[in-house]
Nanobody, 124 residues
Framework: VQLVESGGGLVQAGGSLKLSCAAS????????MNWYRRPPGNQRRELIA????????NYAEAVEGRFTISRDNSKNILYLEMNNLKPEDTAIYYC??????????????????WGQGTLVTVSS
């Protein structure tokens, strides 16, 4: 199982970017998916957006109204559309997914997986 983010880059303040996070592998379904970010010089990751499998979304106050989380369950892809970007949004952005493994006869458990991160830089 693997999560791979893409879509990061350099953008001017006020601009937009759309991040993607694609899950690959077999034998799983994904429950809650999240976007986190880690600003430069900060060792702690900040939870910024969450989406359940049935589409309920929740946002951190710092991004609410500017960022939109969405997902395509048929393709196992998570998105983060970021508008009106600010220099303080500069960070490495990570996705995380809660993976459920089961087959017709056995439940193997649920485990969290992280992507490797994608860098977003917002210039002033």
């Amino acid at each position: 199982v693997q999560l791979v983010e893409s879509g990061g880059g350099l953008v001017q303040a006020g601009g937009s970017l759309k991040l993607s996070c694609a899950a690959s592998g077999r034998g799983f379904s994904i429950n809650v998916m999240n976007w986190y970010r880690r600003p430069p010089g900060n060792q702690r990751r900040e939870l910024i957006a969450t989406m359940t499998r049935n589409g309920y979304a929740n946002y951190a106050e710092a991004v609410e109204g500017r960022f939109t989380i969405s997902r395509d369950n048929s393709k196992n892809i998570l998105y983060l559309e970021m508008n009106n970007l600010k220099p303080e949004d500069t960070a490495i952005y990570y996705c995380k997914g809660g993976f459920r493994f089961e087959d017709n006869s056995y439940y193997y458990g649920e485990y969290d997986y992280w992507g490797q991160g994608t860098l977003v830089t917002v210039s002033s």
